[in-house]
């Protein structure tokens, strides 16, 4: 078998389109210009990059986008009081600071400051429980563009095997609530869980998220398979000398001749990041304004 390729970049565009042109009908019906506020604080290169490419997506669906630096020393009390201040700002309906953020800075006190209503990363313990509880929460931006990806790929997950690999709060663990919420019998595995490859080739879901290169091999896969390739890690070229490139966990050239259907690395999981961060802002929005939230675009 080959499998179908899963083109994450067209999809995300997709997404992207169909969150502009709420956007404009939200400018046109109400009034209305959502939001999206990220901070930065110092100057880690790889986060200038995420950020830029986060304030150009943004603008590009018609969104309004709020870019705040902050200087590497910034204490906690002044990273805090901006992050009241865009709470209490109407303009911003989602905030996004950027980690990781120097070491004096803690990320849990960080998320924990942001308004739960505005937590466009999904990462606060509020949301966390919302999704786990099946109530109205803003989910991390990754999961769910793979559970936007999944449901385009398949009629239904109802009653589906799905195993994801890794336990993180980040993706790991809403992945696998959102994957409950469908109705699969999820299993999640991670660096403890024994015979991993016995676990994956029961699942006709496989989600890999650990950051180990080429880790899950095409034997691990069952036939027919939908396989999800979160991880990213950067790897000597094999072809050319000096040069790097990115590649998944799992191994595609192996994996795809069994698998159903399976996320490329680049270009399959990446793009669908930023693209539900500006469907989560415009989420966000909506509920702030009481108005009905965009189809196909939430959990
Ligand atoms: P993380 O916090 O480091 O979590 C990695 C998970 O993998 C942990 O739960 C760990 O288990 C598990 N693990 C490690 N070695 C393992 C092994 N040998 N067998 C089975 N499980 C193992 O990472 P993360 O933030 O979830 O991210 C995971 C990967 O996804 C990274 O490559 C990251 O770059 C990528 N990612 C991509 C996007 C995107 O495309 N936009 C977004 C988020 C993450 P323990 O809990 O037991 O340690």
Known sequence: MTAQVIDGKAFAAKVRAQVAEHVDRLKADHGITPGLAVVLVGEDPASEVYVAHKH??????GMASFEHKLPTDTPEEELFALIDQLNADPAVHGILCQ??????????????????????????????GLLATGGKALVSCTPLGCLMLLRDQLDTLSGLNAVVIGRSNLFGKPMAQLLLQQNCTVTIAH????????????????????????????????PG?????????????????????????????SASEVAGAITPVPGGVGPMTIACLLANTLTACCRAHGLEEPEGLTA
């Open 99 to 128: 980690f990781p953020v120097p070491d004096h800075l803690d990320e849990r006190r960080t998320v924990a400051r942001i308004d739960p209503a505005k937590d466009v990363d999904g990462l606060s313990v509020t949301n966390a």
């Open 225 to 253: 398979a939908a396989v999800i390739d979160v991880g990213i890690t950067r790897t000597e070229h094999p072809e050319k000398p000096g040069k790097t490139r990115l590649v998944g966990d799992v191994d595609f050239d």
């Open 191 to 222: 660096s403890r869980s024994q015979d991993l490859p016995g676990i994956c080739r029961g699942a006709d879901i496989l989600v890999a998220a650990v950051g180990r290169a080429e880790m899950v091999k095409g034997d691990w896969v069952k």
């Open 56 to 61: 150009k997506a943004t603008v590009e669906v």
